[in-house]
């Protein structure tokens, strides 16, 4: 048997010597294997050419079941390789590094996301509005998530106060602005990353031409009149909104986007709450997680959003309660007459 194991070894490495391709040398040691499996099946036990070969038919049967196996398994493999999308191989596009790659392959793992979700997230042009509670979370969960250009708008500046609940902040950076405490920490977390910080208050006058650099809005401020001027320039803008709320154990998200056939944010809450109604953090406490899990909330939908994976929230919103550990989703329909999307197509 180890003779024939040396012929075959001297078949194909004499083959690699003068260039035979390693098709023919395959088909080279396969004619030999079924010589040598011939000769134990014919001639008689006792036979010297016979014991020269291994003396047992058997051997040789199992050794090729194994050879049968492993060519079997290779071709699978193979098979499988050429069937991944050219867009969804680490090779693909020159602008993304390895470091970006290996960072990211849990969502290129994901067959909702892939190779190609991930292009476009990194392609996308995602405005923050609010650095607080929801902010954070949303923030470092978009830059931890590959978003390519991210910007943030917030006129405040980091308090004491502010870090039982928006952990972006730090002890050391209280004082510093909202945005340049949130762009320190997102570039630590994700290098790759860019961010846009706009130190200031978002008012009208500024806000048409800052919605047009971007392609979604993620509201997480807590200033009623701000809601429904993000809500009237992202519907003017064509632009989908992702909103978040949150007051003391509860918080709500939706996707407004009538663009695509859902409603908008006037839609649903067609005037402010009362006075008295819907206190603020500051005036009613808020849980310090509460902000986290809303904000996730709030990031999931956007990285759906953005790469085309499942069903997002739109026409949907989603309720938590923290103290009760409950969930409900209640669903949402666009007012023929609302003043702000009414006549838009969708």
């Known amino acids: 048997m180890v003779l024939v194991l040396a012929l075959a070894a001297a078949l194909w490495f004499a083959g690699r010597l003068f260039r035979v391709p390693s098709r023919v040398r395959l088909i080279l040691i396969a004619v030999l294997y079924i010589a040598v499996l011939s000769i134990q099946l014919v001639l008689p036990a006792g036979s010297s050419l016979r014991e020269a070969t291994g003396g047992s038919a058997t051997a040789w049967l199992v ?8 060519w079997g398994y290779w071709r699978v493999l193979r098979h499988l390789r050429g069937r991944v999308r050219p867009e969804n191989r680490a090779e693909a596009g020159a602008s993304v590094s390895t470091a970006e790659v290996e960072r990211n392959a849990r969502h290129i793992a994901l067959r909702e996301i892939g190779g190609t979700g991930q292009k476009r997230l990194k392609d996308a042009r995602v405005l923050v509005v609010g650095a607080g509670g929801l902010g954070a979370p949303v923030l470092q969960y978009l830059a931890a998530a590959g978003i390519g250009n991210i910007g943030v ?6 308090e004491n106060s502010n870090l039982q609940r928006q952990v972006i902040h730090t002890d050391a950076r209280i004082g ?3 945005v340049f405490s949130a762009q320190k920490a997102m570039v630590e977390q994700n290098p790759s990353v860019g961010i846009r910080p706009y130190n200031r208050r978002l008012t009208r006058e500024i806000a048409a031409d800052l919605f047009a650099d971007y392609d979604l809005v993620l509201d997480g401020t ?4 701000t809601r429904y001027m993000v809500n009237e320039f992202a519907v003017k803008g064509g632009i989908p909104l992702i909103s978040g709320a949150i007051s003391q154990w509860e918080g709500q998200v939706s996707v ?3 663009a695509h056939g859902g409603p908008c944010y006037e839609c649903v809450f067609p005037e402010p709450a009362a006075p008295g109604l819907a206190p603020s953090c ?10 986290g899990v809303l904000g996730t909330m709030m990031a999931v939908e956007a990285i759906k959003v953005v790469s085309g994976a499942g069903e997002t929230l739109r026409g949907s919103l989603l309720i938590y309660d923290a103290l009760y550990g409950d969930t409900r989703s ?7 007459d609302c ?3 009414a006549g838009i197509p969708g």
């Not at 708008?153 to 980091?158: E, K, M, R, S």
């Not at 807590?222 to 009149?225: G, L, S, Y």
């Open 222 to 225: 807590d200033d009623v009149e």
């Open 63 to 70: 050794a090729g079941a194994l050879a049968a196996a492993v």
């Open 256 to 258: 407004f986007d009538p």
């Open 153 to 158: 708008i917030d006129g405040d500046a980091v």
């Open 339 to 341: 003043p702000v999307c």
């Open 176 to 178: 510093m602005p909202k």
């Open 282 to 291: 500051a005036e009613a406490g808020v849980l310090g997680p509460l902000p």
């Open 330 to 336: 209640i669903k949402l329909s666009r007012r023929p």
